[in-house]
């Protein structure tokens, strides 16, 4: 990879520098903005640009008219958020105020705490009338919790460690460790870098950086959520790890996780073969938290084009009839508003 130039974009959702080795940190500069990775790849200035996926949203076209294409992904090392504060969120007093800059970690903490203040930063300052910062966000939310005006923040876990805060901070762990326990899937395309090149680009130089996980994360997240608007993808939570079947059922049993149990059946009930497979976990929480709609899926490694049809598919028959308002029915009953009202 020594021989390569590379450009690196670094954004909230994803520090590309911390991803970096230090023999190719040395060989790569950092870039501004996507329009700038853009044209320094067209005008063959760079070789390889390396992008958060969430930059990337929603200019998967614009990619393309330019003749760049995907060549690759890192894997998701840390995409789970950390709470900072006192005490673990369960053991917050009640009524305590906590930011978030995730929509989707806010309804995830509403959803098990409903007597906690959980607020965006933005809307905190907007209630107390004071500017917001444009730069240094985690800096200005951690000098609020230490002078007692909030009571905790979350951020992603690379964010914790670039800026180097001195305080306390909580996991919010993607998978429960117990039967009922709480769990908080990552923001979508969280800590999940992308390998832009030219078309043409061979892969075979890539493959020092790319990792198969990664790459089937940005698959499954692109052909499910890419044309879905930004506002929409806020509210979505989603895990792509590679699993082994046992691994899955032992965990199942452990969390008393029925979804999960029955993830690894197939259609005829019975227990899919052993081997490694891709396991999906998705959902979408209502506003307040009180409504949940979750989807698992387990897709074979070699099919996984299908398997996201297959799932792309499940998913929107369910969610858009759970936001659509139900008529009267002689035989379902009466007429009832949408499961998702926000």
Avoid at 271 to 294: A, H, K
Wanted: with cysteine.
């Amino acid at each position: 990879m020594s021989t390569e130039s590379i450009g690196f974009l670094n954004h909230e959702s994803c520090w590309t520098t911390s991803r970096l080795g230090d023999s190719i940190r040395t060989d790569s500069s950092e870039l501004h903005d996507l329009d700038e990775a853009f044209g320094k790849l067209a005008a063959d200035e760079l070789d390889i640009a390396i992008i958060p996926a969430k930059i990337v949203h929603g200019r998967q076209m614009d990619l393309l008219s330019k003749g760049l294409v995907v060549s690759g992904a890192m894997n998701q090392n840390r995409p789970f958020h950390v709470m900072v504060s006192d005490d673990r969120v369960r053991h917050l007093p009640r009524s305590s105020i906590v930011l978030s800059s995730s929509k989707i970690v806010r309804r995830q903490l509403r959803r098990l705490r409903r007597d906690l203040r959980v607020l965006s930063p933005k809307a905190w300052a907007g209630i107390n009338e004071v500017e917001l910062p444009q730069e240094g966000l985690e800096v200005w939310m951690e000098g609020l919790r230490r002078s007692g005006e909030i009571d905790a923040f979350t951020l992603s876990r690379d964010s914790f460690d670039k800026f180097g805060l001195k305080a306390r901070r909580f996991a919010l762990w993607p998978e429960p460790k117990e039967a009922g326990g709480s769990f908080f899937l990552p923001p979508i395309y969280s800590d999940l870098p992308l390998l832009i090149t030219r078309e043409g680009f061979p892969k075979t130089r890539c493959i020092e950086l790319s990792g198969e996980e990664g790459l089937a994360a940005w698959h499954v997240m692109n052909e499910l959520f890419g044309s879905e608007s930004d506002e929409m993808i806020e509210g979505i939570g989603i895990l792509v790890k590679h699993r082994s079947i046992s691994s899955l059922l032992q965990q199942a049993e452990s969390t008393r996780d029925l979804a999960l149990e029955q993830s690894c059946r197939d259609s005829e009930g019975d227990m899919l073969p052993e081997e490694t497979r891709l396991m999906v976990r998705i959902e979408y929480v209502s506003d307040e938290g009180t409504r949940t709609f979750r989807l698992d899926k387990i897709i074979r490694l070699d099919n996984l084009h299908g398997g996201c049809v297959t799932m792309d598919r499940e998913w929107r028959s369910v969610f858009h009839k759970l936001r659509e308002s139900q008529p009267e029915h002689p035989r379902w009953g009466p007429a009832s508003p949408a499961f998702f009202n926000d």
